[in-house]
């Protein structure tokens, strides 16, 4: 099973949209990510993220009831 995950997009760097880079919040964890996929991305944008590279933007309702329905998961096991 997979499982790509959304989070806020905060900072972009590099010129190049093939190698363009993106800090992106998991609920405060900060990781980077490719942004090849997703080049009309904008920081502040929520973004489904799946193994490292950001596939897809969403609206913040989504990707905060997506975020909300897997800390419930979290917490029933």
């Given at each position: 099973m997979c499982l790509a995950i959304?989070?806020?997009l905060l900072s972009i760097s590099?010129?190049?949209p093939l190698e363009k880079i993106g800090k992106v919040s998991f609920g405060g964890l900060v990781?980077?990510?490719n942004l090849a996929y997703v080049p009309e991305v904008k920081v502040g944008d929520y973004?489904?993220?799946h193994v490292g590279f950001?596939?897809?933007i969403v609206d913040e309702?989504?990707?905060q009831q997506t975020l909300?329905?897997?800390q419930q998961m979290v917490t029933i096991s």
């Open positions: 959304p989070g806020q590099g010129n190049d990781k980077e990510v973004v489904i993220v950001a596939l897809s309702q989504a990707a909300t329905d897997l």
